[in-house]
């Protein structure tokens, strides 16, 4: 009886240190064959439109249609604003929220852009009582915003310091 008590206690043993050594060998494995298993890069995107005196400047980055980057309005004889902005991509349209400083004051505004033709779109719509989101998307119209054309990211990164 002893010695199958001690026989039986040496095979636990033995068990313990081979799954110690299996769980060490998976723990080496696992960081040694590190992948990166992202879809696709992050992907940089820049535009502008100047009229007149007036211009607005935009730099996003597509995330696998997660939005995020930088407006600048910058308005020769109205109040200026800066900020960031996060959002989507449905479709062909970027929606976001834009998140600026003007006069003072942190505001969020909802504007979309309608991508075609290398351009973006801005649309022009109703805005609730707020002012922070479109009154009724049916209404929002891309013909009368400024259009912003594919710029280079180095020289619109120059606006947003």
Same mark, same amino acid.
């Given at each position: 009886?002893?010695?199958?008590?001690?026989?039986?206690?040496?095979?636990?043993?033995?068990?313990n240190?081979?799954?110690? =050594? +299996?769980?060490?060998?998976?723990?080496?494995?696992?960081?040694? !064959?590190? @992948?990166?298993? %992202?879809?696709?890069?992050? *992907?940089?995107?820049?535009?502008?439109?100047?009229?007149?005196?007036d211009?607005?400047f935009?730099?996003?980055?597509? =995330? +696998?249609?997660?939005?995020?980057?930088?407006?600048h309005?910058? !308005?020769? @004889?109205k109040d %200026?604003?800066?900020g960031? *902005?996060?959002?989507?991509?449905?479709?062909?349209?970027l929606?976001?929220?834009?998140?600026?400083?003007?006069?003072g004051?942190?505001?969020?505004?909802?504007?979309?852009?309608?991508?075609?033709?290398? @351009?973006?779109?801005?649309?022009?719509?109703?805005?609730?009582?707020?002012?922070?989101?479109?009154?009724?998307?049916?209404?929002?119209?891309?013909?009368d915003g400024?259009?912003?054309?594919?710029?280079?990211?180095?020289?619109?990164?120059?606006?947003?310091?």
């Open positions: 009886l002893i010695a199958t008590f001690a026989s039986l206690i040496l095979s636990c043993e033995k068990k240190n081979q799954d110690a =050594n +299996l769980q060490s060998d998976l723990d080496s494995t696992a960081t040694e !064959n590190t @992948e990166d298993f %992202s879809a696709e890069p992050i *992907l940089t995107n820049c535009y502008a439109a100047i009229s007149d005196k211009s607005v935009l730099s996003y980055e597509d =995330n +696998l249609g997660t939005i995020t980057g930088k407006l309005y910058k !308005n020769h @004889e %200026s604003s800066k960031e *902005l996060s959002g989507l991509i449905n479709g062909d349209t929606k976001v929220t834009y998140t600026f400083q003007s006069e004051t942190t505001s969020n505004r909802e504007i979309w852009f309608l991508k075609k033709d290398n @351009e973006l779109h801005e649309g022009i719509g109703k805005y609730d009582e707020k002012g922070e989101f479109y009154a009724d998307a049916k209404t929002v119209k891309f013909e400024h259009t912003l054309k594919s710029s280079d990211c180095k020289e619109i990164e120059k606006n947003f310091k």
